[in-house]
């Protein structure tokens, strides 16, 4: 996937957030020669099942 408003579309949060969770959370994308935002939907899901992951263990370890 190429473009952040084309990652935000298939995530379904705006292009801010892709932004947002690229700097602080580690969501990976990563710039191609020409420096337009790349990645592959296949990263991007593995993001997302680790970050529930992490989000259900501090949800635990929480006692929420």
Known sequence: IYR???IARYLKV????VSRWRDVHGL?????????SM???ALLDEWIRAR???QRR???AHGA
């Open 4 to 6: 952040l408003e084309d």
């Open 14 to 17: 705006s292009r801010l957030t």
């Open 52 to 54: 529930q992951a992490l």
């Open 58 to 60: 501090e949800k635990s």
């Open 28 to 36: 990976p994308v990563c710039k191609d020669p020409s420096g337009r």
């Open 39 to 41: 990645t592959s939907t």
